[in-house]
């Protein structure tokens, strides 16, 4: 586990040391989860960060606050806000106890003008933080990361080494710590922290001491559990900025060969992780899920909504499974929650056509018209085949962690469903107003996520840092004159079994509900790494028995995107280790 040299001294550093001794610039402590500045308020300071670690974060409706970056000892923060004189947007919180210096805007100017470089290296930083933000990248990724038994029956640190001994297969530098450390000077941490590029610290259930110096140490914690047990009742607290800025995970492990996860709701509860991680003991390719999870190169896989056209994102996995690409986070909107439900069940590619078949080919989910008090349709086939296909299944026993969104009537936006029965989270999904009745909960009225975000890829860039893959079934014509007109016999239209499509004002009401405006769309899709957009045109969303053709459109595209690649998918966003950026280019320490 080979170290990196130290960094060499930034202009920006030199100028926060001098105007420091010169009584200038001021020195302050910020104590961990205290806020240094909110988004909204006035930027009038320049900050740098001397000893601990920053935060930034960002607040988007209908999300719970997302990480932005880190700021790491040696790196300003503020300076976007300050030159272009406007306000900050995102707010800056001590993730741990924080030594920063502070200089007045004027005070800098004047400063900076004495030396030239000090503008030319913010110049480099603006332009790093402008690119990073068109392609939705965090800035100064995680690299410090905790790992705390809460069960005596798992051996962390046996864990996390193998974690890291994939990590260092991936290029990069990291070390495994345990509680051997525990006595070393606060110096020692900051020293391993800055040269590796991973730093990874293990704690068993019953190392009290370590696991609270680490609690206060890391970026992210991880909270390690033995699936199938009892959640406990009592956990010692994480340090408040890890739990206020849902910076805190939960690992649940599994016998090797045992069946599905169960119980993990509860698990959920008693961490409140943000996210959960299922492994199964020893299991090779859990672990290398863990390590991209950890080093940015996991793969978040959306699928959109769009009725009979969604079989294409059948086609779409498989192509994906034929090159190897890896599905480690995964999400959709109606329809496409539906298949991404199946794919993080564990459904293979058989098993998810043997299942979509039975429940949308055979048959058609919308042949049980109702009088419309609420809806066209009773909804009841629907209800009936999503137990059939998934039963009691609750989200937080998918192999794979999944969202599926909805839109919330009630309160005008869309929601996020990570928890809870996965069948009623799909139905809510899938519940297109005057087509199908509407989910309540609680006071809310819930229906099809399409109404309000039908590709849902910022949702998935916000859940985790690698490479994000969309498939969009939505573009190209969805509906013309000719599927409006009304039939010319009602009793041939009923003999010809067209009925069961449901009647032409279906496709009105689907595709009036999944019209998104333009700039969402465009917004959705420049969250994406890769697209792929398979021509559909002459399917119609209706069209349940356009099952092949459907699918094979999705595989063709899905192919012609990924040899269309000059490198693997797990690298399209693939953080450069400290030895290769400066084999690259000069170091830019970023915001």
């Known amino acids: 586990m080979t170290p990196h040299p130290p960094e060499a001294e930034s202009a920006l550093a030199r100028l926060f040391a001098e105007e420091r001794r010169n009584g200038r610039a001021a020195w302050f402590s910020v104590p961990g989860g205290s806020t240094l500045f909110s988004a909204g308020e006035p930027s009038d300071q320049l900050y740098f960060l001397s000893a601990g670690r920053l935060g930034a974060f960002r607040r988007e409706e209908g999300q719970d606050s997302q990480f932005v970056g880190l700021i790491r000892p040696g790196e300003p923060t503020g300076e976007m806000a300050l030159i272009a004189g406007s306000p900050h947007s995102a707010s800056v919180v001590a993730l741990r106890d924080s030594e920063v210096l502070s200089l007045p805007g004027p005070l800098f100017f004047e400063a900076a003008n004495r030396d030239p470089k000090v503008m030319t290296e913010l110049a480099r930083l603006m332009i790093l933080r402008a690119r990073q933000a068109a392609t939705h990248s965090a800035v100064g990724e995680p690299s410090v990361f905790g790992f705390i038994g809460e069960s005596r029956a798992v051996a962390v640190r046996e864990l996390v080494e193998a974690i890291g001994q994939r990590m260092e297969a991936l290029g990069y530098s990291t070390v495994v710590c345990g509680s051997e450390a525990l006595s070393a000077p606060t110096e020692w941490f900051s020293n391993v922290e800055r040269d590796h590029d991973f730093v990874l610290y293990a704690a068993e259930a019953d190392e009290g001491a370590w696991r609270a110096l680490i609690d206060r140490q890391v970026d992210r914690l991880f909270r390690v559990g033995r699936g199938g047990d009892p959640a406990p009742v009592v956990l010692q607290k994480a340090s408040a900025p890890l739990q206020n800025q849902k910076l805190i995970d939960l690992v649940l492990l599994h016998p090797a060969g045992g069946g599905g996860p169960e119980g993990?709701?509860?698990?959920?509860?008693?961490?409140?992780?943000?996210?959960?991680?299922?492994?199964?003991?020893?299991?090779?390719?859990?672990?290398?899920?863990?390590?991209?999870?950890?080093?940015?190169?996991?793969?978040?896989?959306?699928?959109?909504?769009?009725?009979?056209?969604?079989?294409?994102?059948?086609?779409?996995?498989?192509?994906?499974?034929?090159?190897?690409?890896?599905?480690?986070?995964?999400?959709?909107?109606?329809?496409?929650?539906?298949?991404?439900?199946?794919?993080?069940?564990?459904?293979?590619?058989?098993?998810?056509?043997?299942?979509?078949?039975?429940?949308?080919?055979?048959?058609?989910?919308?042949?049980?018209?109702?009088?419309?008090?609420?809806?066209?349709?009773?909804?009841?086939?629907?209800?009936?085949?999503?137990?059939?296909?998934?039963?009691?299944?609750?989200?937080?026993?998918?192999?794979?962690?999944?969202?599926?969104?909805?839109?919330?009537?009630?309160?005008?936006?869309?929601?996020?469903?990570?928890?809870?029965?996965?069948?009623?989270?799909?139905?809510?999904?899938?519940?297109?107003?005057?087509?199908?009745?509407?989910?309540?909960?609680?006071?809310?009225?819930?229906?099809?996520?399409?109404?309000?975000?039908?590709?849902?890829?910022?949702?998935?860039?916000?859940?985790?840092?690698?490479?994000?893959?969309?498939?969009?079934?939505?573009?190209?014509?969805?509906?013309?004159?000719?599927?409006?007109?009304?039939?010319?016999?009602?009793?041939?239209?009923?003999?010809?079994?067209?009925?069961?499509?449901?009647?032409?004002?279906?496709?009105?009401?689907?595709?009036?509900?999944?019209?998104?405006?333009?700039?969402?769309?465009?917004?959705?899709?420049?969250?994406?790494?890769?697209?792929?957009?398979?021509?559909?045109?002459?399917?119609?969303?209706?069209?349940?028995?356009?099952?092949?053709?459907?699918?094979?459109?999705?595989?063709?595209?899905?192919?012609?995107?990924?040899?269309?690649?000059?490198?693997?998918?797990?690298?399209?966003?693939?953080?450069?280790?400290?030895?290769?950026?400066?084999?690259?280019?000069?170091?830019?320490?970023?915001?």
């Open 264 to 591: 993990s709701e509860a698990w959920l509860a008693a961490t409140s992780a943000a996210r959960l991680f299922h492994m199964r003991q020893g299991d090779e390719a859990d672990i290398k899920r863990m390590a991209r999870v950890l080093t940015g190169q996991s793969v978040g896989l959306v699928l959109s909504g769009g009725g009979a056209r969604a079989y294409a994102h059948i086609g779409a996995i498989r192509a994906l499974r034929e090159h190897n690409v890896p599905i480690d986070f995964v999400g959709g909107c109606s329809m496409g929650a539906i298949i991404a439900g199946g794919l993080a069940a564990g459904w293979d590619d058989a098993e998810m056509t043997a299942r979509i078949r039975r429940a949308f080919v055979d048959s058609s989910p919308l042949d049980d018209i109702a009088f419309p008090f609420i809806a066209m349709i009773r909804g009841q086939k629907v209800r009936d085949r999503l137990y059939e296909h998934f039963g009691d299944l609750q989200i937080a026993d998918l192999w794979l962690p999944f969202f599926c969104v909805s839109s919330n009537l009630t309160t005008g936006s869309y929601q996020i469903h990570r928890s809870g029965r996965l069948r009623r989270a799909l139905r809510a999904s899938i519940s297109l107003p005057g087509v199908l009745p509407p989910v309540t909960q609680g006071p809310n009225v819930l229906v099809d996520g399409a109404v309000m975000k039908n590709f849902p890829a910022d949702i998935m860039r916000a859940l985790q840092l690698g490479p994000v893959v969309g498939v969009d079934v939505s573009r190209g014509r969805s509906i013309a004159a000719e599927d409006v007109k009304r039939p010319a016999s009602i009793w041939k239209w009923l003999l010809s079994g067209e009925w069961r499509s449901g009647p032409p004002i279906v496709s009105v009401l689907m595709r009036s509900a999944t019209v998104t405006v333009g700039r969402d769309l465009a917004a959705s899709r420049e969250a994406t790494d890769l697209l792929i957009t398979p021509i559909l045109e002459r399917i119609d969303l209706r069209d349940w028995r356009a099952f092949d053709p459907a699918v094979e459109a999705g595989y063709v595209a899905a192919q012609k995107a990924l040899n269309g690649l000059n490198k693997p998918v797990t690298s399209l966003r693939r953080r450069l280790s400290h030895w290769e950026r400066r084999q690259t280019a000069p170091v830019v320490l970023p915001l």
